[in-house]
Nanobody, 117 residues
Framework: EVQLVASGGGLVQPGGSLRLSCAASGFTFSNYVMGWARQAPGKGLEWVSS????????YYADSVKGRFIISRDNAKNGLYLQLNSLKTEDTAMYYC??????????GGQGTQVTVSS
C-alpha cells in the first residue's frame, strides 16, 4: 500500500521558517517524481513544487520561488520542503504527492502550516 505521510507543520510568525518532511512507503521511492501541494481553506489544491527521481527540482510555483526549497533523500525514502520567509498567504494544509504515469496522487495525511503574528 502506497503511503505518504507529511509532518513538520506548525504555527510560525511571518518571516519565519519551517521544514516539512514526507515519509514514503509501499513503493520504490527512488523511481518516482515527487512533489508538494497545498490547500488553503476554501481554495483549491495548489501545486507548490516537484523534484525528479534524481533529486533535481523541476518546478516551483511562482508564489514560492526563491523562498521554498524542495529536496529528497532516496536512501531514507524521504521528501522535504524547506519553507523560508513565510507569508500569511502560505497558510494551508500541505501534502506530499507522487507522480505515476503522468498522474499525481497526493498523500492522505497532510501537515498544517499556519503563518500568523
Amino acid at each position: 500500500e502506497v503511503q505518504l505521510v507529511a509532518s513538520g507543520g506548525g504555527l510560525v510568525q511571518p518571516g519565519g521558517s519551517l521544514r516539512l518532511s514526507c515519509a514514503a512507503s509501499g513503493f520504490t521511492f527512488s523511481n518516482y517524481v515527487m512533489g508538494w501541494a497545498r490547500q488553503a481553506p476554501g481554495k483549491g489544491l495548489e501545486w507548490v513544487s516537484s523534484i525528479d527521481s534524481n533529486g533535481d527540482p523541476n518546478y516551483y510555483a511562482d508564489s514560492v520561488k526563491g523562498r521554498f526549497i524542495i529536496s529528497r533523500d532516496n536512501a531514507k525514502n524521504g521528501l522535504y520542503l524547506q519553507l523560508n520567509s513565510l507569508k500569511t498567504e502560505d497558510t494551508a494544509m500541505y501534502y506530499c504527492a507522487r507522480r505515476s504515469g503522468g498522474i499525481w496522487s497526493r498523500g492522505g495525511q497532510g501537515t498544517q502550516v499556519t503563518v500568523s503574528s
